[in-house]
C-alpha cells in the first residue's frame, strides 16, 4: 500500500484558528505578569540578585510555553494542530477513528489511515465554524469512503453541539431568542 502524505497547505484555502492570536497575547501577557511579580517580589525581599535577575525571565519563559496555545489549520482533506514543539496533521478524508478522551479535558483524537493521529481541544472547533466544517466535510468523505470504522457518533454529537450554538446566536443576534 502506498503511503501518502497529508496535504501541505497552500495559502488559499487554508483556514486558520481566528482565536489564536489572541489567546496567545493572553499566554504572553501571563508570562510577563508572572515576570514582573517573581522580579518584583523578589527585589521586596532583598534576595534578588544576578542569577536570580537571570532566572526569572528563563521561568517566564517556560510559563510562556506551557501556555502557548496549539495552533489548529484545516485544509480541503486536512487537519493540523501546531504545538509549541511540533505540528501533527491527519487527512480528515481518511479518518479511520475519532475518540474522545476520558476525563475532564474531552479532547478529540483523530487516526487516519496513514496511522498519523492528532489531539484537539474541541473548543477549538465549536468558537471557529469554518474550522469545524472542514473537519467535518473530510469526515463525510471518509464515511462515504468506508474508512471511517469508529466514531462517527462522536463528531455526530459534536456537530450538534455547534450547529446547536451557531443557531441559538442567529437568534440572539435576531433579537428573537
Known amino acids: 500500500m502506498e503511503r501518502r502524505t497529508a496535504p501541505r497547505p497552500a495559502g488559499h484555502g487554508t483556514i486558520g484558528d481566528r482565536h489564536w492570536r489572541r489567546d496567545l497575547r493572553r499566554a504572553a501577557g501571563c508570562a510577563l505578569a508572572f515576570l514582573c511579580l517573581a522580579v518584583a517580589l ?5 534576595t534578588l540578585t544576578a542569577r536570580r ?4 525571565p528563563a521561568l517566564a519563559a517556560v510559563v510562556l510555553v506551557l501556555l502557548c496555545p496549539s495552533r489548529v489549520t484545516a485544509g480541503d482533506g486536512w487537519l493540523a494542530v501546531r504545538g509549541p514543539l511540533r505540528e501533527r496533521r491527519v487527512r480528515t478524508d481518511a479518518l479511520t477513528v475519532v475518540r474522545q478522551s476520558p476525563g475532564l479535558s474531552r479532547h478529540l483524537i483523530l487516526w487516519d489511515a496513514d496511522d498519523r493521529w492528532l489531539e484537539l ?10 474550522l469545524w466544517h472542514r473537519l467535518d466535510a473530510g469526515a463525510r468523505r471518509s464515511r462515504d469512503d468506508g474508512t471511517l470504522r469508529e466514531g462517527a457518533e462522536v463528531l455526530g454529537r459534536l456537530g450538534e453541539r455547534i450547529d446547536g450554538a451557531a443557531a441559538r446566536a442567529v437568534l440572539e443576534a435576531s433579537g428573537m431568542g
Open 53 to 56: 535577575a537571570a532566572l526569572w
Open 121 to 130: 481541544d474541541p473548543r477549538v472547533l465549536e468558537a471557529d465554524p469554518l
Open 42 to 46: 523578589d527585589a521586596a525581599a532583598g
